[in-house]
């Protein structure tokens, strides 16, 4: 009776998937399995932490190479849940000073400005953070708004940038209508359940011929670099979904798939710019970041964004007359 009574409990807290969120495939083979620790969450939201110990797995479809959850919490609101995090005040401030992602960001300033030259410009930051990149790319020439979800770095972009920063998930916003002439999706599609629906969305708030960019770890190389981690530190657990923070894993054909789908051409996928730490010791830190700068020059290599070098995609891609809108 009791491993009946479990077993009733765990299909209730999860509904399985069962196509692939990109091409709709059927054959979804299981390849990773992750465990669920909510145990931080334990006084400000029991109903998530009720998760802890749970286990999910990882699966990949046969037709696009995507990879995804075979089921998903039930609990409502629980990605929303997930990420309010009660960030400290002065964690904020850091991760906005913080310049570890600048040379990404430029990266992704230098392409949209090739692709959109003229003034005025405007620009969507879905997941604005802190509002770094939004700072950015207002010193370049671009009219910026922010879509942040959570309500601390949601306020502090604002005030930080004085742009508006709408508290809210991109789906809300799409009602707006069409007025940006670029939109930005920087380590923030692998976080969201059906993707291709989140980036039909933001697609309806793009102007006809606009620009997208969307940053994304490569679900492959990741996998890759996790084994051979795991293999030289036999103590380290393979990362991969833990906790659902990724629940999308691409690879550059499932990638390109996705934005096609929502209504996007002329997609361009290449090896994204690393990070670059630029806290701590001078002396630790060059060989690290001239070591990052090394392989992303040789993922960027023809053929490159194949090989398990590329450990993140950058994609560009160019809103297509055809879309329905
Ligand atoms: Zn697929």
Same mark, same amino acid.
């Given at each position: 009776m009791m491993s009946v009574a479990s077993r009733v409990d765990v299909d209730t807290m999860f509904q399985p998937v069962?196509? #692939?969120?990109? #091409?709709?495939?059927?054959?979804l083979t299981p390849f990773h399995e992750y465990r669920f620790d =909510? &145990?931080? =969450? $334990?006084?400000?939201?029991p109903e998530l932490d009720a998760y802890t110990g749970r286990t999910g797995r990882l699966v990949r479809c046969r037709a696009c190479g995507f990879a995804q959850p075979d089921a998903l919490p039930t609990l409502p609101r629980f990605f929303e849940r997930m990420y309010d995090q009660r960030w400290s005040a002065d964690w904020i401030v850091r991760e906005f000073e913080s310049g570890d992602k600048d040379f990404i960001f430029q990266a992704i300033l230098r392409e949209l400005d090739r692709r959109v030259p003229g003034r005025p410009r405007r620009l969507l930051d879905i997941g $604005? &953070? $802190?509002g770094r990149f939004l700072h950015l790319a207002r010193k370049e020439g671009w009219d910026v708004e922010g879509v942040e979800l959570n309500p601390r770095t949601a306020a502090y972009a604002a005030s930080r940038t004085g742009a508006t920063v709408h508290q809210a998930n991109a789906h809300t916003l799409a009602g707006a209508g069409a007025r940006f002439h670029a939109i930005a999706l920087t380590d923030v599609l692998e976080h969201v359940p059906d993707p291709v629906a989140l980036v039909a969305s933001a697609a309806r708030t793009l102007v006809v011929g606009g620009s997208i960019a969307v940053k994304v770890p490569c679900g492959r190389s990741q996998w890759h670099k996790e084994r051979l981690l795991a293999r030289l530190v036999p103590s380290r657990e393979i990362s991969l979904a833990g906790n659902l923070v990724h629940v999308n894993h691409f690879t550059p054909r499932s990638l390109t798939l996705a934005l096609e789908r929502a209504g996007f051409a002329k997609v361009d996928v290449g090896a994204a710019a690393p990070e670059l730490p630029c806290g701590g010791s001078a002396v630790r830190r060059a060989p690290s970041n001239l070591f990052r700068l090394g392989v992303y020059a040789v993922a960027r290599l023809p053929g490159g964004v194949r090989t398990p070098l590329a450990l993140n995609l950058q994609a560009y891609a160019t809103l297509s007359l055809g879309n329905v809108r």
């Open positions: 069962s196509q #692939c969120w990109i #091409c709709g495939g059927t054959v =909510y &145990h931080e =969450y $334990a006084k400000q939201d $604005a &953070h $802190a």
